[in-house]
């Protein structure tokens, strides 16, 4: 596996948490950051993967078939957009 170096630079409240948590289970603060990222970047990948293939199929004919089912009512009390 080839490994690249990187400088991190992080508050110092999310480094001590951090730390504590490797602590807890038993690793190196690099290898909890590194898990840490590993998972943060599978699981967004994994949703871009996912809204991709659910999209594939759609086209604008799709939209305005769902856009044509919303409902004209004015908004309920309270529910109205503010005046800007």
């Known amino acids: ?8 630079k ?4 999310l480094k001590t948490a951090a730390q504590r948590l490797a602590r807890e289970d038993g690793v190196s603060l690099n290898q909890r ?3 840490a990222l590993a998972e943060k970047v ?11 293939r659910r999209g ?5 004919a799709d939209f305005q078939e769902i856009l044509d089912k919303v409902r004209s ?9 503010p005046e800007w």
């Open 73 to 81: 009512d004015p908004p309920t009390k309270d529910d109205e957009l």
């Open 56 to 60: 594939s199929n759609a086209s604008p």
């Open 33 to 35: 950051i590194t898990v």
């Open 1 to 8: 596996m080839n490994k690249a170096a990187y400088a991190l």
């Open 42 to 52: 599978g699981a967004v990948e994994t949703a871009a993967d996912f809204f991709k």
């Open 10 to 13: 992080l508050p110092q409240s």
